[in-house]
Each structure stands twice: as C-alpha cells, then as structure tokens.
C-alpha cells in the first residue's frame, strides 16, 4: 500500500495524489508541491490515505511543506500580478492585432512560469507574442489554446437552473455528452433548451442517463402495440418515463379512447434496444454542432 495526498491547485480542478511524507495533513490544508509546471500551492482535497500501487502515477513527488503565513501572502501577491499580467497581455495582443480571446493568467507559485489561457477559431502563430510578453515579464512564457467548455469552466456564470455552473464549482473533469441522452429523456431538441453557457449540449444531461435508460427499458414504445391486463387491445398513445404510466389508444364498444394504465398492467413485445432514439437527418445536421466530445485540458 502506498499513502497518498489529493491536491488540487485550481477550483473545480483535477486532483493529483502526492507523498504525504510526516507532515500532518487535513482537509483544506494548504501545500507546495512539486508538479511539472513547476513549484505550485495547492489545496488538501483528500486527506492523507493509503490507496494499491496500480492506483498511483509513479514517480509520486512528495509535499515540500505545509503553506506558512508568507507563502500565502505570495499566492496573494502572484493573484494580483495575474491581474496586471493579464492588462498587459491584452494590449500586447491588439497590438499585433491577433484573432484570439484572451481568458486567463496564471502564474506558478515560484513565478518561474506565466502561462495565459486563450481561445481562437484556428490555429494561431503567437511566435512575436511570446518574444515581446517575455521581455516584458522576464520569465517562461506559455499560451495555451482551450476550447469552450474550458473557458467557460474557467470564467463561471450562472446555468439556466439558476445555479453556479457545475464545471466552475465542483466538476473535475468533462464528460462525453450526446445528443441521444437529450432523446433518451425526452427533452426537446431545441438547441436552445438543451445548450449550456458554453454554447455545448449541457454537462447535467449526463447526470441521469443511467436512470433513464433503465426507466426506458421498461416502457413500450409510442406507436407499439399492447395488451392491457382488462383484455383491451390498443396502440401507445404516450408514455410518462418517471411515473412509469403509459396512455394506450384502446377501441371500447366501437368507440376510441385513451386510457392509462401503469406499465405492469400491459403486455408487449420490447422493441430492439435503443431503436426510438435514431434521429432523423434534419436532427442530426441541426443539433451536431453542439455534440462535444473533448476532454478538459485545465487542470
């Protein structure tokens, strides 16, 4: 067994595991770490435990030192050269007038590095912008091109829930999201209703999947054809996935009614999985744009 400590060095970031070593380390303790952008501070996010060694990313770098009153007065200090550094990159940027957006500034704990986070269209030759940012700050320069998702994860805002977003709060990583999952859960596939901050299909989409599957699994069809348990004969009119009931067109004494009943009081033959979720063309060419399949690249 191998004892580890969770870090993490932004909000909402991945954690990494890290040698403990003898320092008494709790929740929300801070650290200095060694990482491969450098010296860094981060956070305690799991306390000291011991995890098998095919869990771990060998080498494991050990903590330095537990955070002391002057390495929080430099965090705070590289926070508000963050803010200048950004400024400064900004009109570095309109002056060699670059088709990019500049989202964030970080410098590593030791300022031995200042990385800036941008978004573009394309691919962008930020060689001359690199020179003239070095000779202004004196130290490495890096520019990382990220995409949507990670710059609204980095910016934050407020979802259509009208709650923080959940990848500036607590989700780590991004995961795959379809558009089959909005189909599976009978939402509408009005871009609009199914699209987060980012302009992606919603990360919360993904949240439920497994449960709708399974509710799914157990329905019949619209369109299919059943048999009540009072011996009536009729087409799906429409289901209600949570309340597991469905609405059945029946023929009662040569007049057509729509009846519900709960799904153990019909009988029907399943379909081939997963056949209601095929999307037509039109469907597919309005809603592709929104399919993400990226991972993060912030840590």
């Known amino acids: 067994m191998i004892k580890v400590v969770g870090v993490r060095f932004r909000t909402a970031g991945k954690i990494y595991y890290f040698d403990p070593q003898d320092y008494e380390l709790t929740l929300g303790s ?165 699209s987060g901050v980012c302009g992606r299909l919603m990360c919360c989409l993904k949240n439920e999947e497994e449960t709708y599957e399974y509710l799914n699994s157990r329905l019949p069809h619209v369109g299919d054809h059943v048999t009540t348990d009072d011996r009536l004969k009729g087409e799906v009119h429409s289901v209600n996935v949570l309340r597991q009931t469905v609405k059945v067109l029946v023929e009662v004494d040569d007049e057509k009614e729509i009846k519900e009943y709960k799904v153990e009081q019909l009988r029907f033959k399943p379909k081939r999985k997963k056949e209601h979720l095929k999307l037509s063309a039109e469907e597919l060419k309005e809603l592709s744009a929104l399919e993400d399949k990226g991972k993060s690249k912030i840590d």
């Open 30 to 194: 801070h650290v200095i770490v060694e990482t491969a952008r450098g010296v860094e501070f981060g956070t305690v996010m799991i306390a000291p435990k011991e995890l098998e060694p095919d869990q771990v990313v060998q080498p494991l770098k050990p903590v330095i030192r537990v955070a002391t009153p002057e390495d929080e007065k430099i965090e705070a200090k590289n926070h508000q050269k963050e803010k200048e550094a950004f400024k400064i990159c900004l009109g570095k940027i309109q002056k060699h007038k670059m088709e990019m957006k500049l989202v964030d500034a970080e410098y590593t704990f030791d300022n031995n590095k200042l990385l800036f986070y941008f978004t573009a269209d394309g691919r962008i030759d930020f060689r001359e912008l690199v020179k003239d940012l070095a000779s202004v700050f004196r130290t490495r320069i890096e520019l990382r091109q990220i995409g949507v998702r990670d710059e609204t994860k980095i910016l934050g805002g407020i979802g259509i829930c009208g709650r923080p977003l959940c990848c500036n709060t607590f989700l780590a990583e991004f995961a795959p999201v379809s558009i089959k999952m909005a189909k599976e859960q009978n939402l509408s596939l009005n871009p609009s209703k199914i």
